[in-house]
């Protein structure tokens, strides 16, 4: 199975600053994802991490806020940027492979913003 | 028409009762259903999976029920153990579709107790 890494595992950061997540998958994966939880609740989508292109975003989601790099297919970065409180979160990396049909998933960011 | 609807909330379950999660879509398009268990501090990690050409599937103690007229799909488990005690999210998709992404449920949080 895929193994995703994601760093930082966790960071407080203060109001008006940015913060980059970093994601590694140790084999290819054709779709990676970014996502959203807040503590006790589902998973909502920011976007889809193209490579070599601009991510998709869902509704909701814009780049200015959520830019997103995906410059080969083990690699990726969500920046959250301008943090304010409702930042909040924490953030997951999914990659997909398709030859197996599973989506597999970080163990997440977990962010605070004071 | 992209909503998954995910009852109970939350679930207490004695160690060795049966804990059942159940799932409503409305999408009639999605062809991939999987079940996500997490445990805290983790990503969800894939459990089970079905697909509505069956109307049941069982790996080990999970065991998915699927009621494609009713457009329902359950999570049984089995002999409940307080390893199991977690977050579960079901999720549907369009398999084949180009960018095919998870819709997920809002999650059940389960209880097994000793």
């Known amino acids: 199975s895929a193994v995703i890494s994601q760093k930082p595992s966790r960071d407080i950061c203060q109001r008006g600053t940015s913060l980059t997540i970093q994601c590694q998958v140790d084999?290819?994966?054709?779709?990676m994802f970014w996502y959203r939880q807040q503590p006790g609740q589902s998973l909502t989508l920011i976007a889809t991490?193209?490579?070599?292109?601009?991510?998709?975003?869902e509704s909701g989601f814009v780049i200015d806020k959520f830019p997103i790099s995906r410059p080969n297919l083990t690699f990726s970065t969500l920046t959250v940027s301008n943090l304010s409180p409702e930042d909040s979160s924490i953030y997951l990396c999914s990659g997909r492979d398709e030859t197996k049909n599973i989506q597999y998933f970080g163990a997440g960011t977990r962010l605070s913003v004071l | 028409q992209q909503q998954v609807k995910q009852s109970p909330q939350s679930l207490i379950v004695q160690k060795g009762g049966i804990s059942i999660i159940n799932c409503a879509y409305e999408?009639?398009?999605?062809?991939?259903f999987p079940w996500y268990q997490q445990f805290p501090g983790k990503g969800p990690a894939l459990l089970i999976a079905?697909?509505?050409?069956?109307s049941e599937k069982k790996e080990g103690r999970f065991t998915i029920s699927f009621n494609k007229s009713a457009k329902q799909f359950s999570l049984h488990i089995m002999d409940s153990q307080p390893g199991d005690s977690a977050t579960y999210f079901c999720?549907?998709?369009?398999?084949?579709?180009?960018?095919?992404?998870?819709?997920f449920g809002g999650g059940t949080r389960v209880l097994v107790k000793p």
């Open positions: 991490a193209n490579q070599g292109s601009e991510a998709t975003y």
């Open positions: 999408n009639t398009a999605f062809d991939y």
């Open positions: 079905i697909r509505p050409d069956v």
């Open positions: 084999s290819q994966v054709t779709m």
């Open positions: 999720a549907a998709t369009r398999d084949q579709a180009a960018g095919n992404k998870l819709t």
